[in-house]
C-alpha cells in the first residue's frame, strides 16, 4: 500500500498565512474582553457581599474575608488580563503586519515572475523569426526571382517556394518578395492575398530594410493591423536579398516575413499559469516601447490603449495603482542575438 502525503494536496500560501494571523488576533482580542467582562462581575459581585457582610455586622465577618479575597484575586485577573491586551495583542499585531508584507511582497514577486516569463516566450518565438528571414532571403528561388523580377517563370516558382515554406511555418501569415521599389512581386499564399503588383515601399519594414547594412541584419515593424492582409495583427520582420544569396551582396530586392500575431500572442497571456480565482481578475498583457498595448488577455485594448506604466526606467518591478489593482511588470530580456524591441511583460491584479 502507498503512503499518501496528504500536505501535498493542499496549497498554502502566505496570504492564507496572514488571513488566519488576522483571525487570531481578533479571537484574542475578543477572549480578552470576555475575561475583563468576568472580571468586573467578580469585583461586583465582591463588592455586594461586601456591603452584605457589613450590614449582618458580627455575623458576617468571616463572609467578608472571603469577599475581600473574591474581589483580590478578580483584580489579579483583570491584571493578567491587561499585560495579555498590552503584550500578547501587540506582538501578534506586529506578527499580522509582516504577514501582510510578506504576502504582498511575495505576491509582487510571483507575478513579476510571471511577466517575466510571458515576455521571454515572445522574445523566444520573435528570435526565430529573425532567424527565418535571414536564412529564406538566401533561398535560390527568391535570388532568382529579385534578380530578375520581370520574369514570369522566376515569380512562379519563388511564389511556389514560399508556399512550401509557409506549409511547414504555419505561424506566418504570407511572405513576401519585393523589388528595390518596393513593389511586391512574389508572394506566398496569392490565392488568399491578392498583393503581387502592390506598393510597399511606404512600409517601415520596407526602408527600414533597405538601409540595412548587409543581409545579415533584420529590420521589423511595430505590430500592427496589415490591410494589404485583411487587416490581420502582424508582426513583420525583413532583410535584403542579394546578388548570389550572399549577406555582401548587390541588394536585389527586400523579403518580409509576416508573423501572424493574434494567436500566437493570445496562447502566451492566455497561458499564464494563475489560478482559476486570480484569472477572473487578472489581466495579463504585452506592451511596447510605447506601452501600447499589443495583447491582452481579457481581448481589450488592444493596438488602442496606451498602459499607463510606471517603470520609472526600471527593468522590472511591481506597484499598486489608483485602483489598489496591483501592477507588475518586467521588461523583455533579449534572446540570443534578439535583443528585443523594449517591450514589456505586464500583469495588473484586482485584490
Not at 499585531?93 to 510571458?118: C, K, P
Not at 500592427?224 to 513583420?236: D, E, H, S, V, Y
Request: net charge negative; charged share 25%; proline share 2%.
Amino acid at each position: 500500500m502507498l503512503a499518501t502525503n496528504p500536505a501535498a494536496d493542499e496549497t498554502v500560501s502566505l496570504a492564507d498565512m496572514a488571513g488566519l494571523t488576522s483571525r487570531v488576533n481578533t479571537l484574542t482580542n475578543q477572549k480578552i474582553k470576555e475575561i475583563q467582562k468576568i472580571t468586573g462581575r467578580m469585583r461586583m459581585l465582591a463588592l455586594n457581599a461586601m456591603i452584605e457582610s457589613a450590614r449582618a455586622g458580627e455575623f458576617g465577618a468571616g463572609f467578608s474575608i472571603v469577599a475581600q479575597e473574591v474581589r483580590g484575586v478578580g483584580g489579579e485577573v483583570e491584571q493578567v488580563a491587561t499585560t495579555l491586551e498590552q503584550e500578547l495583542v501587540g506582538q501578534v499585531s506586529e506578527l499580522e503586519r509582516l504577514m501582510q508584507i510578506m504576502a504582498a511582497q511575495a505576491r509582487g514577486t510571483r507575478l513579476v515572475d510571471l511577466a517575466l516569463n510571458a515576455i521571454e516566450i515572445m522574445d523566444r518565438n520573435l528570435y526565430e523569426r529573425t532567424c527565418d528571414v535571414r536564412w529564406w532571403a538566401t533561398d535560390s528561388a527568391a535570388v532568382a526571382c529579385a534578380a530578375a523580377p520581370e520574369d514570369d517563370a522566376a515569380r512562379q516558382y519563388a511564389s511556389e517556394r514560399l508556399a512550401v515554406i509557409l506549409g511547414a511555418y504555419t505561424v506566418y501569415l504570407d511572405i513576401w518578395l519585393t523589388d528595390l521599389s518596393g513593389r511586391i512581386i512574389a508572394n506566398g499564399r496569392p490565392g488568399t492575398y491578392d498583393v503581387v503588383g502592390r506598393d510597399a515601399s511606404r512600409e517601415s519594414w520596407f526602408r527600414d530594410a533597405m538601409a540595412l547594412n548587409s543581409g545579415d541584419d533584420y529590420a521589423v515593424a511595430d505590430v500592427t493591423a496589415q490591410p494589404f492582409l485583411g487587416n490581420a495583427m502582424t508582426a513583420t520582420y525583413s532583410t535584403k536579398v542579394c546578388e548570389g544569396g550572399r549577406a555582401d551582396g548587390q541588394p536585389l530586392g527586400v523579403i518580409a516575413v509576416h508573423f501572424d500575431w493574434a494567436p500566437q500572442a493570445k496562447a502566451i497571456v492566455e497561458g499564464v499559469r494563475l489560478t482559476k480565482s486570480e484569472r477572473q481578475r487578472t489581466r495579463v498583457m504585452l506592451v511596447d516601447a510605447d506601452h501600447r498595448v499589443i495583447a491582452s488577455s481579457d481581448g481589450q485594448g488592444i493596438l488602442s490603449e496606451k498602459l499607463p506604466l510606471r517603470a520609472n526606467g526600471q527593468a522590472s518591478g511591481y506597484y499598486v495603482d489608483g485602483n489598489r489593482s496591483l501592477v507588475a511588470f518586467h521588461a523583455t530580456p533579449g534572446y540570443e542575438t534578439y535583443r528585443g524591441l523594449g517591450w514589456y511583460g505586464v500583469i495588473v491584479q484586482k485584490d
